[in-house]
């Protein structure tokens, strides 16, 4: 029998609130109060924006930009994220599945109607017709 890779594993967002808070426990002794990590926070998501902002927008990246890495910057904002919700005791699992129903009621027809959307997406169609 073999042992399933524990890394290879789906991960929830209420296992991986409990996996950085036992880090944080551990590795990084405390957590930093909540207004040091929205300034984190803030900081992570500057350095995704750098990135997106140089890969899809006008920007150029510099050689010290080279070593940056999307998905490890994505998940740099997200340990932020869990962290000040590990620490003020908000649920993301719980949250998120709210949020998309709130969404899903509210903006139930808005984007189908919305036509800068609906004529982008006619173009892209027919532009791949057309190829
Ligand atoms: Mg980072």
Known sequence: ?????????????????????QWIRSVGVRYFSELTNLAQLVEEVGELARIISRTYGEQSFKESDKSFDLA??????????ICLANQTGVDL???????LDKKSARDATRHQE???????????RNEAEQE
């Open 1 to 21: 029998m073999t042992e399933k890779n524990p890394a290879l594993q789906p991960l929830s967002i209420a296992q991986s609130q409990a996996i950085v808070d």
């Open 72 to 81: 490890d910057e994505m998940a740099d904002v997200l340990f932020v994220l």
């Open 93 to 99: 699992e719980s949250a998120l599945r709210r949020n």
């Open 114 to 124: 919305n036509r800068k959307l609906t004529a982008m997406l006619a173009k892209s």
